[in-house]
């Protein structure tokens, strides 16, 4: 039994993996899935999730649900001939990912098995394809000969092989177990059974040809069970894993046919060989003393009423979806910090920048550009209109300058299904207003920098003199006196003053989600200041002022990635400058130090919670050197 075990599923939201989750729910496990669908709405909330690409999971991520357990199911396949574009894919979402989800648990000490989901395409074609329709199968036992039909197949024998590398040097503690799995077929399957059911429904004509080949159907929810009697018994290696029932595609075509009377079919000649081929169970049964037993019988009625069903709630395709980044200007690595995001929710979402500017050198790392009208000469509706042709479901404001326009559109916008990472008008106004930003966290009981119209005498000798709105580093006079103070506002628009405090400048960057909690702080030391921006800055634990940050951003109403300006005293006292409530120039250290703000805008922008995706800030101190750099295309 896994009742108590800690089970993750890499692919767990699929056509097996959906069945392999009722029966590890049945077995109380412990269970972690990661797919890049979105989480099925009819599983329990104790299931933890992680929507996205596996490629850009963290070991961290994944040490922290610590798995005893590991169902390798993810990956990518193309049905008969695979496709040109198949090269990249397979080599992501086959061999890279195999390779990376094995190569962040690896050293897991607790980690005691991996059954991995392998394929009968590792042998060779040779043995089981002919020219002319054969008279029986044959029968494919684990000592055939190896010779992989195609890049899926080869990328699965490659990481049989890595698990055999692995185990070897675990021996005693991991055991690895690859079941070469036969024709899978099932629900929300784009396996052949499924794909005719849906055309028949339609009352349209299926397309057959090669109706005398013969192949061993598996149920997947038979492969489900039988890749949980794997890991339940104490089997390892190379085993089979199919009906060991081969059929004529004629056969499955009279089944159809029992259930639709007036099912029509053109038959269609094809170069492809006559495939007859059924796996030899029997070293399976002796490692689990179990057999499939549901036959097309058995099973195409149940997937006549799943897909009857389907189309009755009349689920539409999902469109691409896009993320709008504006006032791109040099905003290089936030845009590449954003597609980081993109590729980890593993969307095949296009990064769109826009920008007052058509020149904008940051339209070469996006993959279109809007040269946009200024804010003020455009109309939520034609900004919604924007985003309705291209398909834009996320805007990201980057200046302070546009967030009080998006704040004021915000809920028109969602309202439109294009969410923004921008918090509500009174909160941002509360930010970009230091004068109210000061009063506003006093009045909360946060140590805020006292601030004034005069250089009050209360403030002691010296003083900062900087403009009320917009970038606090911009004109700013520091260590004045009050003569200097008094004249270095006289050229200024809107001169505050402040009390000139020596001390350590830091910076806590905050992501704050949807429901107003914050999701996580991450605190830098400001090394290198130039024109008001960190060009080097290293992050740094302090418990207290990250609590401090996380209670001050909700108690304002914050939301999504925000940014505070924070001094402190030698006596180690924080003295709160101001907030930005927007994403920074150097806060993509942060994401590398696991304050992951894009992904999760993503993620709530997609509809999801947050609430199974934990901050796990990483253990060792991070810097950041901003520097220019070549990009040659």
Same mark, same amino acid.
């Given at each position: ?14 056509? *097996? ?104 395409? *590792? ?452 003295? *709160? ?57």
């Amino acid at each position: 039994m896994l009742r108590g075990k800690r089970v993750f599923v890499s692919g767990g939201a699929g056509v *097996i993996g959906s069945e392999l989750v009722q029966l590890l729910l049945q077995q109380k496990a412990i269970i972690f899935v990661g797919d890049l669908k979105p989480r099925p709405s009819e599983w329990p909330a104790d299931i933890r999730y992680r929507q996205g690409d596996l490629n850009e999971i963290t070991k961290e991520e994944l040490l922290d649900f610590g798995p005893e357990y590991f169902f390798h199911l993810a990956a990518t396949f193309e049905r008969s001939e695979e496709s040109y574009e198949f090269w990249e894919e397979n080599e992501r979402h086959n061999l890279k990912l195999s390779h990376h989800l094995m190569d962040c648990l690896k050293d897991y000490s607790e980690l005691k098995k991996v059954i991995f989901a392998s394929s009968y395409l *590792i042998y060779n074609p040779e043995q089981y394809q002919f020219t002319t329709p054969a008279d029986e199968a044959f029968s494919i036992n684990e000592h055939n000969q190896i010779y992989p039909r195609n890049m899926c197949g080869a990328a699965k024998l490659m990481h049989e092989i890595e698990l055999r590398f692995l185990q070897h040097f675990a021996a005693g503690r991991l055991q690895t177990v690859s079941a070469r799995i036969y024709r899978v077929y099932g629900k929300n399957s784009r396996d052949i059974i499924s794909r005719w059911i849906q055309t028949l429904l339609k009352g349209e004509t299926i397309r057959v040809f090669g109706k005398e080949g013969m192949f061993d159907y598996i149920y997947a929810g038979d492969v489900a069970e039988g890749l949980l009697r794997l890991a339940l018994s104490e089997a390892e290696g190379i085993v089979n894993l199919g009906n060991a029932h081969a059929r004529r595609v004629e056969e499955m075509l009279n089944i159809l046919k029992d259930h639709f009377p007036n099912l029509q079919m053109m038959e269609e000649s094809s170069d492809i060989l006559f495939e007859a081929s059924q796996a030899d169970m029997s070293l399976f049964k002796s490692m689990t003393g179990w057999t499939p037993t549901r036959q097309l019988e058995d099973t195409i009625p149940e997937l006549i009423e799943h897909y009857q069903r389907r189309m009755e709630e009349n689920l539409s395709p999902e469109k691409e979806k896009s993320v709008l980044v504006t006032s791109v200007s040099k905003k290089v690595p936030m845009l590449k910090a954003v597609a980081q995001g993109i590729r980890k929710i593993g969307y095949s979402s296009k990064l769109i920048g826009g920008d007052l500017d058509e020149k904008a050198i940051s339209r070469a790392f996006t993959d279109s550009f809007w040269k946009m009208p200024s804010l003020n000469e455009l109309p939520a509706d034609v900004l919604i209109q924007y985003c309705q042709e291209h398909n834009i479901n996320a805007i990201i404001p980057s200046r302070d300058g546009e967030l009080e326009y998006f704040a004021s559109h915000k809920e028109l916008l969602a309202r439109n299904g294009i969410a923004v990472m921008v918090s509500d008008l009174k909160a941002v106004e509360s930010c970009l207003d230091k004068m109210a930003f000061s009063r506003r966290g006093i009045e909360l009981g946060f140590p805020v920098i006292l601030t004034s119209h005069q250089p009050e005498q209360a403030y002691g000798e010296r003083f900062v003199v900087k403009e009320r709105y917009g970038a606090g580093s911009q004109f700013i006079g520091l260590n004045l006196t009050h003569e200097q103070a008094e004249s270095h506002a006289n050229s200024l628009q809107h001169p505050i003053f402040q009390p000139f405090i020596e001390g350590i400048e830091s910076s806590v960057d905050v992501y704050v989600q949807k429901d107003g909690v914050c999701k996580g702080a991450v605190v830098r030391r400001r090394d290198l200041i130039v024109n008001g921006e960190s060009q080097v800055t290293t992050t740094y634990r302090d418990e207290k002022l990250e609590a401090l940050c996380a209670d001050f951003s909700e108690k304002l109403g914050l939301y999504g990635h925000v940014i505070f300006q924070i001094l402190i005293d030698p006596e180690g006292e924080p003295h *709160i400058i101001e907030c930005n409530s927007r994403f920074g120039g150097a806060s993509t250290l942060s994401i590398a130090a696991g304050l992951d703000s894009f992904y999760w805008f993503l993620l709530e922008a997609s509809g999801q919670s947050l609430n199974e995706y934990p901050f796990i800030r990483s253990k060792s101190s991070k810097r950041l050197v901003r520097h220019a750099e070549d990009f040659i295309q």
